[in-house]
């Protein structure tokens, strides 16, 4: 069980230009997903999980939670989130992996993509 602030909530305060988020971990590590993925009713900056700080082993002292993606998405040790107009691969985007990466649909690879493919970031 995890707590935090809605991210639907900081995007609609913010109101960002963009389609694409680029989500960083304080460690280098970066996940890409559509805003919508953000605008997600569950998806959230958590601080707690199962009543208590998260664990270092999970993210703490944060740690960007999209329920509704695969898990690479949920970037652990959360620092920042850059809203980008076009799709810039995170690592595992690098790698193959889907931008969208929505499970009920099994979107696990994009190796046809050819804004994916190819491009790489610095981590």
């Known amino acids: 069980m995890w707590r935090g602030v809605q991210t639907k ?4 305060e ?3 230009y963009g389609r694409y988020v680029l989500a960083w971990g304080v460690d280098g590590y970066s996940a890409s997903l559509p805003v919508e993925a953000l605008l997600e009713e569950t ?4 601080w707690a999980m199962d009543g208590k700080p998260i664990p270092k082993k999970h993210g703490a002292p944060a740690r960007l939670v999209v329920p509704t993606r695969y898990a690479w998405k949920s970037v652990k040790y959360f620092g920042a989130l850059e809203v980008l107009e076009e799709p810039v691969p995170g690592y595992w985007e690098m790698q193959g992996y889907s931008l969208n990466a929505d499970p009920w649909r099994e979107e696990r690879f994009d190796f046809g993509n050819p804004v994916m493919r190819g491009r790489r970031v610095s981590v």
């Open 14 to 16: 913010a109101r960002p």
């Open 9 to 12: 909530a900081l995007m609609e």
């Open 43 to 46: 998806s959230i900056i958590a």
